[in-house]
């Protein structure tokens, strides 16, 4: 059965502190081109990872910043890792990064990349926008962690995996304010427009690809799934 998926691709999978991960970007090339070729489509959110971080801590460094400007800097790192990815794509990728993903368009292309929207908004926000406009009920978020956890695993030893929670418990964990350059499984703002919109969110490790493909499948999968 063909269908459409909207995957939150982080950008921590794509910029490391060594640099850009070449060996994800052409495995992740592969991957989607494979399963283009099985019917599917897809809406590949973008986002900033490692490339905002550095840029928005730099700016910080200088003197106090606004949060909206911040949020810019943030946003200018999506979409250049997004035009990175649509130019390895080639003619298979929809011709410009989405920057609004609320506005209308007729696409043919089967390859799709949005990158940032709005100060105050991250592309976790802006998945469950493409989500809610194109009328798809998942949004795959793919990081580089297996699953999502009820505490920090770094800070807390103690600290336990979550394969499936619901969204109240869930925001409980995340909290309700999104700060620019903000490192969470799924931000506040974006989990509560999910819950609104009645979306399932599934958090898996992007860099394993087979287990995404079990995922894309409806097969059994390493992930977190919040509903």
């Known amino acids: 059965m063909k269908k459409t998926f909207v995957l939150s ?9 060594g640099g850009i991960n070449v060996d994800f970007l052409r495995r ?3 991957f989607i081109k494979d399963q283009v070729k099985r019917g599917h489509r ?28 911040r949020d810019l800097v ?8 997004a035009e ?16 609004d993903p609320t ?13 940032g929207y709005k100060p105050g908004w991250s592309t976790d926000y802006v998945a469950v926008l493409v989500a809610k406009h194109n009328k798809a009920k998942t949004v795959i978020n793919l990081s580089n962690i297996d699953y999502a956890y009820d505490k920090d695993p770094k800070k807390f ?17 995340v909290g309700s304010k999104w700060q620019p350059g ?3 499984p799924f931000d506040p703002v974006a989990s509560q427009a999910a819950q609104k919109e009645k979306l399932r969110v599934m958090i898996l490790n992007g860099d394993n690809l087979s287990n995404l493909a079990n995922c894309l499948s409806d097969k059994k999968f390493k992930g977190t799934v919040i509903s």
């Open 84 to 99: 990175l990815l649509k130019i390895v794509f080639g003619r298979l990728a929809y011709g410009e990064v989405i920057t």
């Open 182 to 184: 903000l490192n969470l």
């Open 9 to 17: 691709v982080g950008g921590s999978l794509l910029v490391t502190k």
């Open 42 to 69: 897809f809406y590949l959110v973008v986002g900033g990872g490692y490339t905002a971080r550095v840029y928005i801590k730099a700016a910080l460094e200088t003197g106090p910043i606004k949060h909206s400007d």
């Open 157 to 173: 030893a103690a600290a336990k995996k979550l394969e499936a929670v619901a969204w109240p418990a869930f925001r409980k964990i």
């Open 28 to 30: 992740f090339t592969v």
């Open 74 to 81: 943030g946003i200018r790192a999506t979409r250049l890792n």
């Open 103 to 115: 506005k209308k368009r007729k696409i043919k292309e089967a390859v799709i990349f949005v990158g």
